[in-house]
């Protein structure tokens, strides 16, 4: 579908750089995902002139595009954030929710309620999304509703099972999950 063409397209232009591929075709830079350091982590929209100033610890693991639309852009991590959620200020000192928080959407880094490995597990699924590791993902949510329905703890499988569901809307949408 076109969800699943897109970041494929990105990865292989970042990986390997075609010679005839224009980088811009107006006076506009492309447009990256980044996710900034741990413990912090967050998704943030960056434009080629500017990811220079961002001081990343791995670019290939932090540094997800060219996106040429800023729609497109905007709408993966759209998906993100409805599916696997993130904390738009992880593990700030004034303990403040953030806004996804408020939208059920940040698994809650802002306010304490998930430690920073549970968040960095949040975090790898949004970044394997963007990677196109889809069989991946669905995979790992699948186990992990069969652990916590084990554990009986049916709240949490719940959770996943919604994401799962959500994943699998996307990834079967095609064409009007764009929209």
């Known amino acids: 579908n076109d969800i699943q063409a897109i970041i494929t397209e990105a990865n292989y232009i970042k990986s390997y750089l075609p010679k005839y591929n224009s980088i811009t075709k107006d006076d506009k830079s492309n447009l990256y995902i980044i996710f900034t350091n741990p413990p912090e982590s967050k998704p943030t929209l960056v434009r080629a002139t500017d990811l220079n100033s961002y001081n990343l610890d791995n670019y290939k693991k932090q540094v997800f595009g060219p996106y040429t639309s800023s729609s497109i852009a905007r709408i993966l991590l759209s998906h993100c954030r409805k599916t696997f959620g993130y904390c738009l200020s992880p593990f700030n000192s004034k303990g403040k929710a953030c806004f996804n928080y408020h939208l059920n959407q940040c698994p809650g880094a802002c306010v304490g309620i998930v430690d920073q490995k549970d968040y960095q597990q949040t975090i790898d699924a949004s970044k394997n999304f963007l990677l196109g590791k889809f069989s991946l993902l669905q995979k790992s949510l699948l186990k992990q509703i069969k652990i916590e329905i084990k ?10 099972k919604r994401k799962y569901d959500s994943l699998q809307f996307i990834l079967s949408a095609g064409r009007s999950s764009l929209l």
């Open 151 to 160: 554990k009986q703890n049916f709240e949490k499988a719940d959770q996943f």
